[in-house]
């Protein structure tokens, strides 16, 4: 186990893949002994056990060229996934908050989720999100991004998570007053409320799942403008990780690059009524994966 992160990033040319080892970052292929810029995220998602380990190996001592942050733009590290599978209410403290006259309970139920397609709601850390013209309460939600490394398809939950590669951030944007339709009798409207552009900040890199070790006591936090929003813990999910692997694995493969967005804490807008506007900033965090800003215009 090193400590290096996964990231894309940009010196002003063109998106190439990463590593981020010590307070450098390094060319990915380059790092490899490849020509420079030859490899994406994906293309090391879609060989991951054997990129891994040579990464870890050339992370320990990285010769070659390597930039500071501030010389380089980071870029969504997953550009673009297929899929985001975002999973619905799943933590107690959310789902109470938002119905807190509901008996919040796991019993009888299996996970909820939703699709947002990558590459039209991927955005990428301290971009700047344009707030939707189609809505006037556009809120927040910070959620651990489980980014998957190799395919797996019916997958038993003891042994869900060796098919995540790392972690990174999400911000599941949602615009609360397009969630239910009265001119169709299906009710809640979950593209309405989801999908739209640069609904999905996705960031700043990916931390292999041997650096964060246990997903589910990560503390979380988000930031509006310098008030602390969200304020939580990973521990507060109604289905694990694992189990939300394992429910979606079931109905399809899950391929090298997907990401499930696995739930939001407490500490949204919506229940106090506030929304995101042109000149806000967000900031979200992590324990052990890291923290990304992107404000509004």
């Known amino acids: 186990m090193g400590n290096w992160k996964l990231l894309s990033f ?15 970052i390094y060319d990915a292929a380059a790092l490899l002994g490849a020509p420079e810029g030859s490899l994406s995220v994906l293309d090391i998602l879609n060989d991951w056990d054997r990129k891994r380990a ?11 060229k390597g930039y500071g942050e501030s010389e380089v733009r980071l870029l969504a590290p997953v550009l673009f996934p ?26 009888g139920k299996q996970p909820y989720f939703f699709i947002k397609p990558g590459v039209h709601t991927t955005v990428g850390p301290g971009e700047k999100i344009r707030v939707p013209g189609v809505t006037q309460k556009l809120d927040w939600e910070l ?37 239910k339709r009265e001119d169709w009798h299906f009710g809640a409207d979950w593209f ?5 552009e640069g609904a999905m900040p996705q960031g700043p890199w ?16 988000l930031w509006v403008n310098d008030t602390l929003m969200q304020n939580s813990n990973s521990r507060n999910m109604l289905f694990n990780i694992a189990e ?10 899950l391929r090298p690059g997907d990401i499930i ?32 800003t992107n404000s509004f215009v």
Do not use: W
Not at 10 to 24: I, L, Q, S
Not at 84 to 105: G, I, L, Q, W
């Open 10 to 24: 940009t010196t002003g040319d063109y998106p190439r893949a990463g590593v981020r080892a010590g307070e450098r």
């Open 54 to 64: 040579a990464i870890e190996k050339a992370a320990e001592a990285p010769s070659g």
């Open 82 to 107: 297929s899929v985001y599978y975002c999973a619905a209410s799943n933590f107690y403290d959310h789902s109470k908050e938002m119905r807190p006259d509901r008996n919040v309970t796991r019993d």
């Open 143 to 179: 959620e651990i991004g489980a980014v998957i490394g190799k395919a797996a398809f019916n997958v038993p939950v003891e042994r869900a998570l060796d098919y995540v590669a790392g972690y990174t951030l999400c911000n599941d944007l949602s615009a609360r007053d397009l969630g």
């Open 192 to 196: 309405g409320q989801k999908v739209f």
């Open 206 to 221: 990916i931390v292999p799942t041997d650096q964060v070790g246990d997903p589910q006591v990560l503390d979380m936090k």
């Open 244 to 253: 939300q692997i394992e429910y979606l694995s079931r109905r399809m493969i």
């Open 261 to 292: 967005a696995t739930g939001t804490p407490s500490g949204v807008g919506a229940p106090r009524g506030i929304f995101l506007k042109a000149g806000d900033t967000i900031r979200m965090e992590v324990e052990k994966i890291g923290s990304m």
